[in-house]
């Protein structure tokens, strides 16, 4: 048996961060005592270091939806959120990749090698890197991308659509709208590769602690979903 202290000590937490997380759904209701104190258990502790491990990897938002879905019982929506980030995980590492070969054609002074396609509107683009056209719009206000108009509106080569791709995976690294700005005008004018090639280091970097954080969780994950079995079964 567990008071709210002992599991939040083990992770440098507040006794009120775990009971807010018990309100939150990630971690199980915890029993009371006659005297209406909460009392925590293996399953409670379990819950809450698979949890945690979760967030590191995956964030706040998809480890809460995995522990309600895993707590609820329903174990093939956490599976399908675990499987949606380590795609969106893949796709971040090939859009790397993407711009760092961009930007060797760039800083060699040679036209950028076009992407599959010709020019695309701002529905298909924001569809493609899953943002809204808002978004893209102020993307443009900011200086980052400069679409051509015509009469049916905004279209985006497939230099406009790379520009895209580096500026969402710089945005989602934390990086300000001026910065990316800065980056674009860089690549552009082949000015030097020290800006881009930076950025792009530390975004791999990133990725790689984040795909090892998500090991980390996964395998936290496993354990917990092995734990209940056992117990649930008796």
Known sequence: ???????????????????NYEQAGVIPC???????????????????????AL????????????????????????????DGAHVQLQRDRETVDRV?????????????????GGPVSVGVLAHRI??????LRKWERAGILAPARSRTGRTYSPDDVRDAELAH????????LDRIAAVIEQVHAAGGPGPLAASIDQ???RLTARGRAMLTGSARL?????????????
């Open 222 to 234: 496993a354990d917990y979903l092995s734990f209940r079995e056992r117990t649930h079964q008796r």
């Open 100 to 116: 760092a070969s961009a930007a060797v054609v760039l800083t060699s002074s040679t036209p950028a090698t076009p992407g599959p």
């Open 30 to 52: 915890a029993a009371r005592t006659a005297s209406g104190y909460r009392v925590y258990t293996d399953d409670h502790a379990g819950a809450l270091d698979t949890y945690v």
């Open 130 to 135: 899953g943002v809204t056209p808002a978004t």
């Open 1 to 19: 048996m567990y008071r709210p202290v002992d599991l939040a000590r083990a992770h440098g937490l507040s006794a009120q961060a775990v009971r």
């Open 55 to 82: 967030v590191a990897g995956y964030g706040y938002r998809a480890a809460g939806e995995i522990m309600r879905s895993v707590l609820g019982g329903d174990i093939p929506t956490a599976l399908a959120v675990l």
């Open 203 to 205: 975004w791999r970097n």
């Open 169 to 176: 995976l710089l945005r989602r690294g934390g990086y300000p």
